[in-house]
C-alpha cells in the first residue's frame, strides 16, 4: 500500500478487524496518542507515528504467544511500509523478539508501551480518577512499589529512556501529556473536584 494511502481511518478499520477487547483498544488509543505526542516534540511525521503506536498490538490478540512475529504476516500481505512493520515489530525487543529499536520513532514506541499502563493505573488509584491532576512525583511513587502494577516491566522503560538520552522524569511528564490528549476516550478524564 503506497504510504500516501494510508490514514488513520485504514488503520482503524484493520484494528477492530484484528482486536475485539475494550480494553486493547483503549490502550492502542492510547499508545497511538502518546506516539502523536512524542512526534510532535521531535519533529516527526505525526500520522505515521500515530498509526504505529495504534497498530503496535494488531498480533496480541489473535496471536497472543506469537507477539510481535505476526505483525508482518498481518501487515505485508496488504503492502504496508517496512518502516511501519519494523517499527511495530522493534517494541517486542528483548522480550519477545530481537529487533532492536534503532530510530527515534522506535525507541519511543520501545520506552512508552509499558509506561502507559503504570501511567493509567496510577491515575485510576486517585480519588479523581483523573490524568489531569496526576503528577511525575506520583508515578515514580508507585514505580519503586513492585507490587504495584507488577505487569508493567519497569526495566524496558529505563533502557528505553536511556536509549532516547532523556531522563525518566521527562518521559514520564511527556507520556502523561499525550494520555491528556484522549482522556474521555480512555476513561480517564475523571473528575477533578472530586480529587479536592
Known amino acids: 500500500m503506497p504510504e500516501n494511502e494510508l490514514d488513520r481511518t485504514v488503520a482503524w478499520q484493520l484494528l477492530n478487524e484484528y482486536v475485539k477487547s475494550e480494553s486493547l483498544i483503549r490502550h492502542a488509543i492510547t499508545v497511538e ?22 497498530l503496535h498490538d494488531i498480533d496480541f490478540e489473535m496471536y497472543p504467544e506469537e507477539h510481535c512475529h505476526k505483525t508482518r504476516a498481518i501487515l ?76 508493567v516491566n519497569r526495566e524496558v522503560i529505563a533502557n528505553g529512556a536511556q536509549m532516547l538520552e532523556l531522563d525518566l522524569d521527562s518521559v514520564i511528564e511527556q507520556t502523561i501529556k499525550g494520555m491528556q490528549t484522549v482522556a474521555a476516550k480512555i476513561g480517564l478524564e475523571g473528575n477533578l473536584e472530586a480529587g479536592k
Open 33 to 54: 496518542a502518546v506516539m502523536r505526542h512524542f512526534a510532535s516534540l521531535f519533529n516527526g511525521d505525526i500520522e505515521e507515528w500515530g498509526i504505529i503506536g495504534l
Open 76 to 151: 505485508e500481505p496488504r503492502h504496508w511500509p517496512e518502516s511501519y512493520i519494523r517499527a511495530i515489530e522493534s517494541h517486542g525487543y528483548k522480550l519477545v523478539n530481537e529487533v532492536e529499536p534503532i530510530t527515534r520513532q522506535e525507541k519511543v514506541l520501545y520506552t512508552i508501551d509499558e509506561l502507559t499502563g503504570l501511567i493509567a493505573a496510577t491515575a485510576l488509584l486517585r480519588p479523581s480518577k483523573s490524568l489531569f491532576d496526576l503528577t511525575v512525583k506520583s508515578v515514580k511513587k508507585k514505580w519503586k512499589q513492585k507490587s504495584f502494577a507488577e505487569g
